[in-house]
């Protein structure tokens, strides 16, 4: 799990961030909400967790941002504010939880965990057969990941988004590795072998003589 911690105060980000990685947690620091911006554009997160009062760009304006572009990213707002006018502000850009600094470590690790446990339930539920997420480079079948290569991922998604086409080898070889791969085109046999093997469906059709095509069956 990728988790954005957005804390100014280098202390508490610095212990914070230390127990997260003691669950095991992805941890991404941000210093101010500009910058947490920017991290939000370029990498996916399972949940942030956001200090409110922060320099440049508060964290209800990064709070907000994340309801608009990345919804499926959990938010936890952590800050020292006590007023009910900043806590309803929160919940009314869909805040999943709102935790009054200073706080115990090992709560904040249990609201967490709670709010993820909630999200992965919720996905399983809503993505049913197969779903591919290019942001993050993973596909999933109902809600579960495939633990796929790289270049397996990438050829699944290429067939996946032109169902009716029949791909060439060649033509998939452009598309996954560009013009940098040098070799026999047979490579694309032997991903194709290896993904059918991960693929709890079999979606990927032989056109004889021709190459591949991606084959929507029932669930997908």
Not at 23 to 31: N, P
Not at 110 to 128: A, S
Not at 131 to 157: K, M, R, V
Request: charged share 25%; hydrophobic share 40%.
């Amino acid at each position: 799990m990728r988790i954005l911690f957005l804390e100014d105060e280098p202390t508490i980000r610095e212990v914070l961030t230390e127990y997260m990685k003691l669950q095991d947690y992805e941890v991404i620091c941000a210093q101010d909400g500009a910058q947490a911006l920017e991290l939000l554009k370029d990498l996916p997160f399972d949940l942030a967790v956001l200090d409110i009062m922060v320099p440049r760009v508060s964290g209800l304006e990064v709070l907000s941002y994340i309801k608009e572009n990345v919804p499926q990213t959990a938010t936890v707002m952590l800050t020292a504010l006590e007023d009910e006018r900043t806590q309803i502000q929160a919940f009314d850009l869909y805040a999943d939880d709102y935790v009054i600094k200073p706080v115990s470590p090992i709560i904040l690790l249990k609201r967490m965990e709670t709010i993820l446990r909630r999200v992965k339930k919720t996905r399983q539920q809503e993505e049913k057969g197969l779903s591919i997420h290019g942001d993050s480079y993973q596909a999933f079948y109902n809600g579960e990941p495939l633990p796929l290569t790289l270049s397996e991922f990438l050829l699944l998604q290429v067939l996946a988004g032109e169902p009716k086409r029949v791909f060439t080898r060649e033509q998939l070889i452009l598309r996954i590795f560009n013009e940098d791969y040098v070799g026999n085109d047979r490579i694309i046999d032997a991903h194709v072998k290896n993904l059918r093997k991960k693929l709890p469906v079999n979606c990927i059709k032989t056109v004889i003589g021709v190459g591949y095509q991606f084959q929507e069956v029932d669930g997908i």
